[in-house]
């Protein structure tokens, strides 16, 4: 009998619910396997626009950011003329700024100063001017844990009630698992569906009615490009979940890792910093606010490498101290990481030598995104039993399935949300591989499924014809 | 605050409403001290006359900041691995060429930019469970018990988090070694579980005496819930590498208690004392044979950062769990899944560590070459700073088996400690920060570490380049001898 059993094991660590996505994922690898082993499959192979990871999709990484990566890491690249000039100039300052200029070495916790001050003038450049403190900018190794940090800070178990992050419905996984982690409170609030998604105060406002004596709401969560929903915030939108927070003091957390995925015509991403600050005081001294950006997602795509930060906008210099100590047990954030935000941040420019490839990249992974994102709509809006709000940012796209009746009672019989069941069939019939809605929430009765938008035009093509073919049986047999 | 001076209201995070148990964090080998340092860098920079010319950082396991060279094969193959376009180039040996491809073959769109499964790369945990095998001579390994972590340190808090909880007198108690490394009661501090601190033998040069693991844990039981035993071998900060004998006492124990064991092994190759020989936690256990095999629940941690390579900036590391609970290991598997994955970088230059050139490889003849000299290199310091500390009256410095530090016992003249008392400073720590103000060497005190009521200490890093090492131990001396005598 072993010394640990279940039972004994943090009661916070058991309360996180698992992900939906791990045994599709293992799945879809198995059958990969079972292909190269002959097995006789409708398909030639097991296409996955499940996962955020654009590189495992097949999007190339960006050829400036690699060479620079590569040149920092075997620094012999940077005396040999196979690199161009400011790719062997770049990894040169980068380990300037690297002590015993290795990438080998520990950084400063927060990370590396030099890194620190570019993000600082990259936002302000970004948020026309707004100034932005190096001092107030954390690096780490991924924002996933940027994101945790944050919440450890805000979750405790002092009080009698739990303490509540007000939670899009729908929002990946992780970020819930996190909150329960630390033994928080989900708050879900749902995303308008018919209006593209949006965002409605009105919606927060009746969760909070609705939870506040259940527990003890403290933050409130916003991603902006949406996950899944590829919903990009107006202004004025902004401009209302901030006088909410104020209202209801909230701490603010803005999720902004896919601001640079935007692809709407008349669409544009202002972030809530630049929001804030142009509503002037009192409002842009007292809200606190954290926001969050990453090299995961955009045009680099490098979620492998774990380079993420936080901005902390207002928050009680008490506090800020403290800030230090929840990020030192990490000792510090991944080099590699740390060094491709750098990349992220301060790209080629016109005239650079790289400056061309870099400019074709860009506009190719555009061009695919726009393309798709109206294929994808194009399709799905005519395939009776799907209905698909457009979408202007973020990378994936969240179709409805109105599923018939008989398909509903028999994904119950079987004892799974119908679906996740349908992404099961999905999967072994057509070698399709997407999430279920019921992974990011949704309103009951509803059911979705999450296409990643950020993939090769061949490849969504291939998608969208296996799953037009796999839907019209489905609908033949079920209805 | 507001600019224009409008009432200010309370923050919703301040420092009421704050998890308190962020208070209690404390990390001193990134402390007080080295900010301070930090501090002076920049005041040199400015043009600030010191008595010296530059700080030395020797508070930090750091080798290459220090000068130490990476190991080129290594980095090779990550820069293959980054941008493969270097595949065609004819500077790369094939050796190297090889490992990339069979890497890259096993990442998402053959890219280090996608993530891998929370648990690692498939490939990279079969490689670490081989290299394990053929540590521990054939005892087998199961890929399925490797998790790869960002840093052996992420795998030791995961670990923390999953087996503490309670509150009040139910609250988990996790023994570990005084002295230790602060991450262990930071992460404790954190969690808000109680640090079971067994004391080392410093007189028996820091050796571990099981009376004293049993005395602690019995005192403990009045007040907590003892669920798992910390033992880092070789020591940090004590250098200290445990005996055979020793290891098969600890896990008796463990058993005895039944107490999970989490066996920090970091510094597995930093070994340099004649006589003293690394043996692995799980290789002692399965000799013990199945009474204790088949029992005692390890989880033994491992890293990049330390060794012959010292790639700390690439964040990485694995652990091996034993005799988990399956029920456990699910709850294990489901809580790393919250931070995604390790970096990719970091995975792929574990596997290099656990798959190096083989003798029959062209790079194997620079591969050995680098390796050996760097463990030689630091056997040398290590001898060189016990050598040089012990000619020091005041100054009293067990050899150093193994790791990267020297951990002397410093006696403090009564007035100086009196001074630091007035000063609400630690007398190592007001010592340390005199020395650094004096010298500009940066060393942590042993209050950081923890240590036996009324004793002083600092922890010092053997990493310097030995030329550096010399006028380091040189100054620390001269600057010894002015303190007790400043001080008398």
Request: aromatic residues 8%; hydrophobic residues 35%; neutral net charge.
């Amino acid at each position: 009998m072993s010394f640990l059993s279940v039972r004994e094991i943090s009661p916070k660590v058991r309360s996180i619910n698992p992900t939906e996505l791990e045994p599709l994922v293992k799945r879809a690898a198995q059958i990969k396997t079972e292909l190269t082993q002959g097995v006789r499959k409708s398909y030639k192979d097991v296409i996955d626009v499940c996962w955020g990871d654009p590189h495992r999709g097949g999007v190339k990484p960006l050829t400036f950011v690699r060479q620079v990566l590569a040149a920092c890491m075997y620094p012999q690249l940077i005396h040999s003329d196979k690199l161009p000039v400011d790719v062997r100039r770049r990894a040169q300052r980068l380990l300037d700024v690297c002590d015993g200029e290795s990438v080998g070495s520990y950084t400063a916790t927060a990370g590396i100063p030099y890194i620190r001050s570019n993000l600082a003038r990259f936002i302000s450049r970004r948020d026309g001017g707004v100034p932005s403190s190096p001092e107030n900018i954390f690096l780490s190794s991924g924002s996933q844990i940027s994101l945790t940090h944050v919440l450890k800070l805000l979750i405790h178990n002092q009080a009698s009630l739990p303490i509540g992050v007000l939670t899009p419905m729908s929002t990946y996984s992780t970020f819930k698992m996190a909150v329960e982690g630390l033994g928080g409170a989900v708050i879900p609030y749902y995303l308008e569906e018919e209006r593209g998604w949006e965002l409605r105060v009105e919606e927060l406002r009746r969760v909070l009615r609705e939870f506040k004596d259940v527990c003890n709401p403290v933050a409130l969560y916003v991603i902006n490009p949406g996950n899944p929903t590829g919903h990009v915030q107006s202004r004025t939108s902004i401009e209302e979940v901030i006088r909410f927070a104020a209202e209801e003091r909230l701490f603010l957390m803005a999720d902004e890792v896919y601001q640079d995925s935007i692809f709407g015509e008349d669409t544009e991403f202002v972030s809530y910093k630049k929001v804030l600050s142009e509503m002037g005081p009192p409002l842009s001294h007292q809200v606190e606010l954290a926001s969050f950006h990453s090299v995961s997602k955009g045009f680099m795509g490098e979620c492998g490498l774990r380079g993420g930060y936080v901005e902390l906008v207002n928050l009680d210099p008490e506090v800020k101290k403290y800030i230090y100590n929840i990020f030192l047990t990490d000792s510090s954030p991944a080099v590699t990481g740390q060094l491709a935000l750098d990349l992220m941040v301060n790209p080629p420019r016109p005239g650079d030598p790289s400056y061309p490839v870099y400019a074709q990249e860009i506009k190719t992974i555009k061009a695919m995104l726009v393309h798709n994102m109206s294929r994808v709509l194009e399709v799905l809006n005519n395939i009776p039993g799907i209905s698909c709000q457009p979408i202007t940012g973020g990378a994936f796209i969240l179709p409805r399935l109105h599923l018939p009746q008989g398909a509903v009672r028999k994904a119950e019989e079987l004892g799974m949300q119908p679906d996740l069941w349908y992404c099961k069939l999905l999967l072994e019939e057509a070698g399709v591989c997407v999430g279920p809605g019921c992974e990011y929430g949704q309103k009951e009765g509803t059911y979705h499924i999450r296409l990643r938008v950020l993939t090769p035009v061949d490849t969504m093509e291939e998608v969208l014809r296996r799953l037009k073919n796999f839907h019209l049986n489905f609908l033949k047999e079920f209805s | 605050m507001t600019e224009n001076g409008l009432g200010h209201r309370e923050k919703v995070l301040n420092m009421n409403t704050m998890n308190p148990n962020v208070k209690r964090v404390e990390y001193a080998v990134r402390g007080p001290i080295v900010q301070r340092a930090v501090q002076i860098e920049k005041e040199l920079k400015e043009g600030v006359k010191k008595p010296f010319s530059e700080v030395i950082k020797a508070n930090i396991g750091d080798a290459h900041a220090m000068g130490q060279k990476p190991i080129t094969f290594f980095r090779q193959v990550v820069a293959l691995c980054a941008y493969p376009d270097l595949l065609e180039d004819n500077k790369f040996p094939d050796d190297a060429k090889n490992r990339a491809r069979r890497i890259l073959q096993s990442c998402g769109g053959g890219s280090l930019g996608a993530y891998s499964a929370s648990t690692g790369i498939e490939v990279i945990r079969q490689d670490v469970a081989r290299y394990i095998e053929k540590r521990d001579g054939g005892i087998p390994s199961n890929p399925d018990n490797i998790y790869l972590s960002t840093g052996a340190s992420d795998a030791i808090v995961t670990m923390l988090k999953l087996l503490t909880s309670g509150e009040g007198k139910t609250r988990s108690g996790v023994m570990i070694s005084i002295p230790q490394y602060p991450l262990y009661s930071a992460a404790l501090a954190e969690l808000a579980a109680v640090q079971i601190s067994y004391y080392l033998d410093e007189d028996k040069c820091w050796g571990l005496d099981v009376s004293e693991l049993r005395r602690a844990v019995e005192a403990a039981r009045e007040h907590c819930k003892p669920r798992a035993l910390c033992i880092i071998n070789p020591g940090n900060p004590t250098g200290q590498v445990q005996s055979r004998q020793c290891i098969e006492d600890v896990i008796r124990f463990a058993a005895e208690e039944r107490l999970f064991l989490m066996a920090d092994e970091v510094y597995q190759d930093n070994v340099y004392a004649e006589g003293c020989q690394f043996h692995s936690f799980k290789k002692v256990l399965f000799e013990m044979g199945p009474e204790y095999s088949n029992t005692v629940e390890l989880a033994s941690f491992h890293s990049t950062s330390k060794c012959y390579m010292g790639e700390c900036g690439f964040r990485g590391g694995y652990m091996e769990v034993i005799n988990m609970d399956p029920q456990v290991k699910l709850q294990l598997t489901k809580l790393v899944s919250v931070r995604l994955c390790p970096p990719i970088p970091g995975q792929v230059l574990l596997d290099l560590v656990v798959n190096p050139p083989r003798p029959d490889e062209p790079s194997y003849a620079t591969f050995i070459k680098e390796r050996t000299a760097n463990l030689e290199i630091l056997a040398e310091k290590a001898k060189l700073t016990e050598q040089i500390f012990n000619t020091v009256s005041g100054i009293r410095c067990n050899p150093v088996q193994g790791a990267m530090y020297t951990f002397p016992r410093l006696t403090l003249p009564e007035k100086a400690i009196a001074a630091a008392k007035e000063k609400g400073q630690a007398p190592d720590m007001f010592y340390c920060m005199k020395l650094l103000e004096e010298t500009g060497i940066c060393l942590v005190p042993g209050s950081g570490f923890g240590q036996r009521d009324g004793t002083h200490h600092f922890r010092m890093t053997i990493l310097p380049a030995t030329e550096k090492l010399k006028i380091v131990l040189e100054n620390i001396r001269a600057f010894h001898k002015r303190f007790t005598e400043e001080f008398s």
